[in-house]
């Protein structure tokens, strides 16, 4: 597995989601952002939405759920078509459960940190994701500043996995642009959410290719 680009669709046209999609052929996954106006000050889709989308694309869907009570919610988006569900771990009880629940499903178990979520107290969790989204903005909105003092956190956490020996994937998500994915892939990222960046592009398949191959310079 190597650098993999997941366009946010927040800052898509929700009127055509289908053919916001269709602009960036080139994605790796399509990130889509499930607020719940509790968990974060915003609300946007769910559960049908996602089923609906995944019905319009062949590029598989990554589900970031910034959502209260994730234990009982989060398989719900599973079901839904979701190749990919991502849970907050301040958001759930019982993550192992969880994360075990989205496996069984068929999906990929995520969990993600905000910022001023240490990765330690989680690290003997690791080896139950399948990947680990680090934020670096405050969930709820696009177009955010990117936060540097997050990228220590994501070089603690790749240095966390290598010392598991896990293939647990390193996802970033906030403020990721051509001007901050290198940090993020030298500090040890390879999965980049990119919203405002892509979608403010005149063209969005391009922008998701140059941020591509710009990490994964940075990366070597």
């Known amino acids: 597995m190597g650098i993999q680009i997941t366009p946010s669709i927040l800052n898509a046209d929700f009127a055509r989601l289908g053919e916001e999609v269709a602009r960036i052929g080139s994605a790796d996954w399509v990130h889509v952002d499930v607020m719940d106006n509790h968990f974060v000050p915003n609300l946007t889709f769910g559960p049908a939405m ?116 896990v293939e647990t994937w390193l996802q970033v998500d906030g403020g990721v642009s051509l001007e901050t994915i290198e940090r993020c892939a030298e500090a040890g990222a390879d999965v980049f959410v990119a919203g405002s960046a892509v979608y403010s592009a005149d063209d969005p398949d391009a922008m998701v290719r140059e941020l591509k191959a710009k990490a994964e310079a940075a990366a070597q």
């Not at 629940?101 to 080896?127: D, F, H, N, V, W």
Request: with cysteine; aromatic share 4%.
């Open 50 to 165: 996602v089923e609906a989308l995944s019905k319009a694309t062949d590029i598989p869907l990554d589900a970031h759920l910034m959502i209260e009570d994730a234990d009982r919610n989060a398989s719900a988006y599973a079901e839904a078509g979701a190749g990919s569900v991502t849970f907050h771990v301040e958001a759930t009880q019982a993550p192992i459960r969880l994360a075990r629940e989205i496996r069984a499903q068929g999906a990929r178990a995520s969990m993600a940190l905000k910022p001023a979520t240490p990765i330690e107290p989680y690290e003997a969790l690791l080896p139950e994701l399948d990947m680990l989204l680090i934020m670096t903005v405050e969930p709820g909105f696009g177009g955010q500043k990117f936060l540097d003092l997050c990228l220590p956190k994501i070089r603690t956490a790749r240095e966390l996995m290598r010392k598991h020996g």
